[in-house]
């Protein structure tokens, strides 16, 4: 095949010769072994992204840091000066540190990396016969791709069939009117994308309708490079907290340099040495200045949206993490998100009678019983006659999964509802494919949430029918005739009134209703435009669908309850199915809970803004009532995530505070609207994604609270020995050395701790609370404080009693360690009696902080590193008063919270 060839090229030539070039059966597709053979010789569509940056640089960038290169310098000077040991070990730490950070770094990039790949594109193609969805960059010229409304095209594709198909190409052309498209051969060479009115190109939008055509350009030989930007679909623009938290970098900055400054300057006032000074103020600030903060919040985030992932919970926008742990209304699709979308009819109305169907799910097996009594469907004209519309008028197929393969589930390629009807058509004997064999389709205008039905145009022979699909109330409003007894009778007040209340019964029973109808056109006419026969139709019957509530979304319900969380179900169903499911999952205790889309428009934004705080169920709405939902609640000041599938939910996706797009039936459009899509479209998913985003949040606080505790205990030290009069508590390697054994893998690892057990029996935090809010700040100070005055008073009492300025610094180091070693298991909870969290919750913090502690016992006792870091070894009486001096604080909290305890039960009982 020639590649040279222009995507616009193929617009000059008839579907059939383009099938022909590209060896492919218009019905049935490339094979499986034929689309590696193609992805081989043309490669992968995907376009050439923005070059990011390689190992080296990552590696390199760890080295840039201001104070770090001051570091270098005045190490490489010492180093002229002849201490060629303090200069050497120094290098060493600075460069195992860099090496934690490029870990860090590249460990978030793969992660982000991960997340583009699972938001990336997709597109479905016919292959084998079957429509497959894969991922866009699997497509390969001469696929046959399926285009409908809310699809992102991912490849430019020569149409073969249209219907009513309407494309957004202002990403392409920059006009806002959508292109009406066709099949018909052009004559001229078309001048620009826009022209080629049978031409659908990557990355452009579809709006309306559906159209099937052969790729005949992938990757960097389509029109444009719209993939490109779309495979950014994880978008790294820095979160709120990230902003707050660089800003509040720099002001630490400012501080820690003034009070290493003032250390220095306390020193040289006292005497001592000015380069011992200077080297020591210089690690104090590369140990204390937590410059990479910002970056330490972004790797925890990266770390907290691998685990949202594999719970099936894929972040789009990395803001959205920290909003989840905001959220106070979750407002969800009960179709396919609170129940399993896998439909089984149940009853059927026809002829004025009610049938029950038996059989579960997709599969063709079961009987129709007739008050109790088994029958044969087949035999009765009224129910034959429903079922046969409900087969025609639908766009689903049913199929073995594996080509009909013994032993194979049956699945549905499709809409879960129309699958459903063929379902129960099968099981009468009545299949789609003998039927089509006899009819055949002319027209159709396609289901909308507008019209809330479908109408197709069909003919067997010389007679044309028109048939109709949709909501009862729809379809009857259309109808002035109805099927019953064998004839067409006319559709008076009181058989509308019965035919209401059935269907209103088969609602309160959780059943989801789909009437159908039908119109004869007189043999000889004219076949007409559907939208002109929609009227004067016959009603044939409805079919009542259960689908029953995914297991899980019981517990996620009860679970959002206690997290003072509101579910509000949202559904385009009848008031009744939607109070009986809402009902069954506790999400509403009276009817007066509920509210339907005609009450919704009689009220003024004032009066839904009144009521909406008592509203749980929202029923018969469309999607324009989605976003006045969502721009009411947040006007009430909750923070809302609202579920989202089709090409309309897309405002009230974005509208939301928390946009959710179904991962396996959301729309390409949707789901780019949206800051959070869901791989598995479940309910229950979308609760794990708010408890993981209370936990990511949690474990940031967690984080900055060890790190700025344990940097201020560090300065403290110092400035405190300068203060008193006192030598230097800790040489310049002393210092690196605290900062790689304990800002290195303890912080690493209480960035992995999991939810804590109460993280959702807690009410939302309000969306405007500082990161140090809830008395953050008074625990990073108060622990900073008391690290620093007890490693502080360690050395002084070492240095007083025996005057070994060696032995001071090493008791004074190891107390450091041991301190912060021990804060690191305080950080685990903000809840008192932190201590008392299991261990095994977190193997991998304990791991860490027992490798710090070998590291400090190993400068401590291997002769070799005694004499590069000048330390004493230690015997056990200078332990134990080590843990002793360190474990006060908590033993004095540990018996404060015991009184406290005391306290209240007495309160207690003598109330």
């Known amino acids: 095949m020639d590649k040279t060839k222009n995507a616009r090229f193929w617009a000059l030539s008839p579907p059939q010769e383009v099938a022909a070039y590209f060896g492919v059966d218009l019905r049935c597709g490339l094979s499986a072994k034929e689309v590696q053979k193609r992805k081989k010789e043309w490669g992968s569509n995907i376009i050439q992204e923005k070059k990011q940056k390689g190992i080296i640089e990552l590696l390199l960038d760890q080295f840039r840091d201001f104070m770090v290169l001051v570091l270098l310098a005045a190490t490489l000077i010492s180093g002229l000066l002849g201490e060629y040991t303090d200069a050497v070990v120094i290098i060493v730490i600075v460069i195992i540190n860099a090496l934690l950070g490029f870990v860090q770094e590249y460990r978030a990039e793969r992660s982000f990396a991960a997340l583009k790949r699972l938001s990336a594109p997709r597109g479905t193609v016919l292959r084998d016969g079957i429509l497959v969805?894969?991922?866009?960059?699997?497509?390969?010229?001469?696929?046959?791709?399926?285009?409908?409304?809310?699809d992102r095209t991912c490849a430019d594709v020569r149409l073969v069939s249209v219907k009513g198909l309407l494309v957004d190409e202002s990403p392409l052309t920059g006009e806002s009117v959508a292109s009406e498209k066709e099949i018909v051969v052009l004559r001229n060479f078309p001048s620009s994308p826009?022209?080629?009115?049978?031409?659908?190109?990557s990355g452009t939008l579809i709006k309306e309708g559906e159209g099937r055509g052969v790729v005949v350009a992938t990757g960097m030989r389509t029109e444009m490079g719209c993939i490109a930007s779309l495979m950014q679909d994880v978008e790294r623009q820095a979160t709120p907290l990230q902003k707050r938290l660089a800003r509040l970098g720099r002001y630490l900055v400012l501080a820690c340099l003034f009070l290493c400054l003032l250390v220095v300057l306390l020193g040289m006032w006292r005497g001592e040495d000015i380069y011992k000074m200077f080297m020591a103020g210089i690690t104090l600030a590369v140990a204390a200045i937590p410059e990479g903060l910002p970056a330490i919040v972004t790797i925890s985030l990266a770390l907290g949206v691998q685990r949202m992932a594999r719970r099936?919970?894929?972040?789009?926008?990395?803001?959205?993490?920290?909003?989840?742990?905001?959220?106070?209304?979750?407002?969800?699709?009960?179709?396919?998100?609170?129940?399993?979308?896998?439909?089984?009819v149940k009853k059927i109305y026809a002829g004025g009678s009610i049938w029950d169907v038996g059989g579960e799910g997709y599969e063709p097996r079961g009987d129709f019983f007739l008050q109790g009594q088994k029958v044969k469907a087949r035999e009765d004209e009224h129910l034959l006659r429903c079922l046969t519309i409900a087969v025609l008028c639908n766009n689903s197929l049913l199929s073995r999964a594996g080509r009909g393969s013994a032993g194979r589930e049956w699945d549905v390629s499709g809409n879960p509802t129309e699958g459903a009807l063929l379902a129960c058509a099968a099981k009468a004997g009545i299949w789609k494919e003998k039927l089509e064999q006899g009819?055949?389709?002319?027209?159709?205008?396609?289901?909308?949430?507008?019209?809330?039905?479908?109408?197709?145009?069909?003919?067997?022979?010389?007679?044309l029918t028109v048939m109709v699909k949709g909501a009862p109330e729809r379809v009857l409003e259309?109808?002035?005739g109805i099927y019953a007894g064998g004839r067409v009778k006319k559709l008076d007040q009181a058989e509308r009134r019965r035919i209401m209340s059935r269907m209103e019964q088969m609602a309160s029973e959780a059943l989801r209703t789909i009437a159908v109808a039908y119109r004869d056109i007189p043999a000889g006419s004219v076949i007409p435009e559907t939208k002109t026969v929609e009227g004067e139709m016959i009603f044939a019957g409805f079919l009542g669908l259960f689908d029953p509530p995914r297991p899980e979304v019981y517990k996620a319900?009860?679970?959002?309850?206690?997290?003072?969380?509101?579910?509000?179900?949202?559904?385009?169903?009848?008031?009744?199915?939607?109070?009986?499911?809402?009902?069954?999952?506790?999400i509403i205790k009276t009817r007066a809970q509920v509210m339907t889309g005609s009450e919704m428009d009689s009220l003024s934004d004032h009066e839904l803004g009144r009521r909406i705080e008592h509203i749980t169920v929202f029923a018969r709405v469309n999607p324009e009532h989605k976003l006045k939902i969502v721009r009411c609640l947040k006007g009430k000041g909750h923070v809302v995530a609202m579920t989202g599938d089709g090409i309309n939910d897309a405002p009230a996706v974005k509208e939301a505070d928390i946009g959710i797009a179904m991962g396996m039936s959301g729309t390409e459009v949707t789901r780019e609207s949206a800051s959070l899509i869901l791989s598995d479209d479940n309910f229950s998913t979308i609760v794990a994604a708010v408890e993981e985003g209370r936990s990511i949040y949690d474990n940031i606080r967690k984080f900055i609270r060890f790190l700025l505790g344990c940097n201020a205990g560090e300065i403290l030290i110092m400035l405190v020995a300068m203060l008193m009069g006192l030598p230097l508590p800790l040489r310049p390697i002393q210092i690196l050395w605290v900062n790689l054994a304990t800002d290195g893998l303890p912080a690493l690892a209480l960035g992995m701790e999991p939810p804590e057990k109460g993280v959702m029996v807690r009410p939302p935090r309000p969306a405007g609370e500082s990161i140090f809010g809830r008395g953050l700040w008074l625990k990073i100070l108060g622990r900073g404080v008391t690290i620093g005055l007890t490693s502080a008073a360690v050395f002084a009492l070492a240095w007083f009693s025996t005057y070994e300025?060696?032995?001071?610094?090493?008791?004074?180091?190891?107390?450091?360690?041991?301190?912060?070693?021990?804060?690191?298991?305080e950080c685990r909870s903000e809840k008192p009696g932190a201590w008392e969290t299991p261990f095994s919750g977190n193997p991998l913090l304990v791991a860490a902080v027992a490798v710090s502690f070998v590291l400090l016992t190993c400068i401590l006792y291997y002769p070799f590193l005694q004499e590069i870091f000048r330390t004493y070894p230690l015997n056990p009486g200078d332990w134990a008063f080590i843990f002793l001096v360190s474990s006060i604080p908590y033993v004095l909290n540990y018996f404060q919270r015991c009184c406290g305890k005391i306290y209240a039960g007495e309160s207690v009982n003598n109330k």
């Open 133 to 150: 969805e894969v991922p866009s960059e699997e497509v390969v010229p001469g696929d046959i791709l399926l285009l409908k409304a809310g």
């Open 194 to 201: 826009g022209d080629a009115a049978n031409m659908a190109f």
């Open 312 to 344: 099936r919970a894929i972040v789009r926008r990395l803001p959205a993490v920290e909003t989840l742990g905001c959220a106070t209304v979750i407002c969800a699709d009960k179709t396919g998100t609170i129940t399993q979308n896998r439909m089984t």
């Open 439 to 463: 009819w055949v389709r002319l027209e159709e205008e396609p289901f909308s949430s507008a019209r809330k039905y479908m109408t197709v145009t069909c003919r067997r022979g010389g007679q």
């Open 478 to 480: 259309m109808c002035t």
């Open 557 to 586: 319900v009860h679970k959002c309850k206690k997290a003072g969380i509101r579910v509000v179900m949202i559904t385009g169903d009848h008031r009744n199915t939607a109070v009986a499911v809402a009902e069954k999952l506790g």
């Open 805 to 825: 300025l060696v032995y001071a610094q090493t008791m004074a180091l190891t107390t450091l360690i041991v301190t912060q070693l021990m804060h690191v298991f």
